[in-house]
């Protein structure tokens, strides 16, 4: 809640003394919302981090300070997953945006990796009955 000083005469004691009352509690109400966001992006940054080990994560800002999250692989990205539509570095405005982002580079992933890892399967020789 943050205090209403329009009302307050600063040329008195008494009403500079209540606006910087009214101050005070509004930068200690800022400082506690501000904390609480950080310790928010704390606790998303360290899930983001250990649901997605292979890439890494990080929160940065441009050079307007907008917060972007971002999302770099950690292992170099080959023809076939920039093919599939892996990105090198991804960006997003929120960790929502993020987890998802993620999710869906990881089933681009797995996609070209199942696909290296399938053995080609040979069809069946017919069975020649013998003579018996």
Same mark, same amino acid.
């Given at each position: 809640m943050y205090w209403d000083t329009n009302h307050l005469d600063a040329n008195t004691k008494s009403g500079l003394d209540e606006l910087l009352r009214a101050t005070a509690q509004s930068v200690r109400q800022a400082s506690a #919302? $501000? $904390? #609480?966001?950080q310790d928010l992006r704390d606790r998303q940054l360290a899930v983001l981090c250990g649901?997605? &080990? $292979?890439?890494d994560i990080a929160l940065d800002r441009?050079? =307007?300070e907008r917060l972007w999250w971002t999302a770099v +692989?950690?292992? +170099?990205l080959t023809v076939e997953l920039v093919a599939?539509? !892996?990105m090198r570095i991804v960006h997003c405005e929120d960790a929502i945006a993020l987890a998802t982002a993620l999710a869906w580079q990881s =089933? #681009?992933?797995s996609n070209v990796e199942n696909r290296a890892r399938? &053995?080609? !399967?040979? +069809? $069946?020789?017919r069975l020649q009955r013998r003579p018996a």
């Amino acid at each position: 809640m943050y205090w209403d000083t329009n009302h307050l005469d600063a040329n008195t004691k008494s009403g500079l003394d209540e606006l910087l009352r009214a101050t005070a509690q509004s930068v200690r109400q800022a400082s506690a #919302l $501000a $904390a #609480l966001m950080q310790d928010l992006r704390d606790r998303q940054l360290a899930v983001l981090c250990g649901t997605y &080990p $292979a890439w890494d994560i990080a929160l940065d800002r441009d050079f =307007t300070e907008r917060l972007w999250w971002t999302a770099v +692989p950690r292992r +170099p990205l080959t023809v076939e997953l920039v093919a599939e539509g !892996v990105m090198r570095i991804v960006h997003c405005e929120d960790a929502i945006a993020l987890a998802t982002a993620l999710a869906w580079q990881s =089933t #681009l992933i797995s996609n070209v990796e199942n696909r290296a890892r399938s &053995p080609h !399967v040979r +069809p $069946a020789r017919r069975l020649q009955r013998r003579p018996a």
